[in-house]
């Protein structure tokens, strides 16, 4: 079992930035990619961004050039860096982990934390 815990949500102005971070915990000597989900009010969750244990990365185009997504393999830890943030950003933002980057399937999930970008 795996289990992941974000922080770093809040609100902020349309333009700022967040950083938001996961500590994973656990059996996770069989993770090999990590990554964020949203999920905006009344729609499914989507795909963010995912990271690899070696650190090769991938965003979602909506996203692309504005989030950053990290890791720090000694922390078992990783990080979205937001910048330039909208009001369509305004999601649950979820922390995941899974076995494969390629296709990537999350096998296990955080509880989310909520960010609100103000217009």
């Known amino acids: 079992q795996v289990e992941l815990v974000e922080s770093g949500g809040g609100l902020v102005q349309s333009g700022g930035s967040l950083r938001l971070s996961c500590a994973a915990s656990?059996?996770?000597?069989?993770?090999?990619?990590m990554g964020w989900y949203r999920q905006v009010q009344g729609q499914e969750r989507a795909w963010v961004a995912s990271?690899?244990?070696?650190?090769?990365?991938n965003h979602a185009d909506a996203v692309r050039g504005r989030f950053t997504i990290s890791r720090d393999n000694a922390k078992n830890t990783i990080y979205l860096q937001m910048n330039n943030l909208f009001p369509e950003d305004t999601a649950v933002y979820y922390c995941?982990?899974?076995?494969?980057?390629?296709?990537?399937?999350?096998?296990?999930w955080g509880q989310g934390t909520q960010v609100t970008v103000s217009s």
């Open positions: 995941t982990a899974g076995y494969h980057y390629l296709d990537y399937q999350p096998a296990y």
């Open positions: 656990g059996n996770t000597f069989s993770i090999n990619a």
């Open positions: 990271i690899t244990h070696g650190g090769t990365s």
